[in-house]
């Protein structure tokens, strides 16, 4: 069975900065691109980032790019998420999606990121 | 950008009815490339349809999707209470991807 579990989100000041981390089981990371999701509380999906297997080709939305940065270690079978320089705005639960195909098949729960001062 | 509006923001039905969802492009798209997700409230999303009419795993045949171009169409035909979520529809381009803003499915 694939599970996906996020982990590290917490309450962090503006400005700061966080690493959220994707464990996965069940399958083995280095075969699928991987992505985050977003969700500001009430509000609808956004896409965050986007890395290959092989974690050669990284692809940000405008609204993070700069800031963020995605990577894995297909030896831990983790995929993480490195948040800089955190807005108010960037308030949302973290999901990381594995990728196959166009669509994204399987879910982790989230992990909630509060920038809040 | 492509951007995609679903309609209506709130549909209510009642259980054992029919519901249809709808999802517009901006510009033309590839079937291959829409995809519907529901829901529900502290979930995270389900795959429920890929390259606009193919179930994912698991998922019943009263759910459906349709469309071509820049209209697509989520439709579930007799209600379980279950089905009464948010449903997103999600286009891929460019290794990057685009939602709806979802159309919210309640008991009515």
């Known amino acids: 069975e694939v599970q996906l579990l996020e982990s590290g989100g917490g309450l962090v000041q503006p400005g700061g900065s966080l690493r959220l981390s994707c464990a996965a089981s069940?399958?083995?990371?280095?075969?699928?691109?991987m992505n985050w999701v977003r969700q500001a509380p009430g509000k609808g999906l956004e896409w965050v980032s986007y890395i290959t297997g092989s974690g050669d080709s990284t692809v940000y939305a405008d609204s993070v790019k700069g800031r963020f940065t995605i990577s894995r270690d297909n030896s831990k079978n983790t995929l993480y998420l490195q948040m800089n320089s955190l807005r108010v705005e960037d308030t949302a639960v973290y999901y990381c999606a594995k990728r196959v195909g166009y669509r994204l098949d399987y879910w982790g729960q989230g992990t909630l990121v509060t920038v809040s001062s | 950008e492509i951007v995609l509006t679903q309609s209506p923001g709130t549909l209510s039905l009642s259980p054992g009815e029919r519901a249809t969802l709808f999802c517009r492009a901006s510009q033309s798209v590839s079937s291959s490339y829409l995809a519907w997700y529901q829901q529900k409230a502290g979930q995270a999303p389900r795959l429920l349809i890929y390259?606009?009419?193919s179930r994912a795993t698991g998922i019943p045949d009263r759910f459906s999707g349709s469309g071509s171009g820049t209209d697509f169409t989520l439709t579930i035909t007799r209600l379980e209470p279950e089905d009464f979520a948010v449903y997103y529809c999600q286009l891929y381009g460019s290794s990057s991807y685009t939602f709806g803003q979802g159309t919210k499915l309640e008991i009515k």
């Open positions: 390259g606009a009419s």
């Open positions: 069940g399958i083995t990371l280095t075969s699928y691109a």
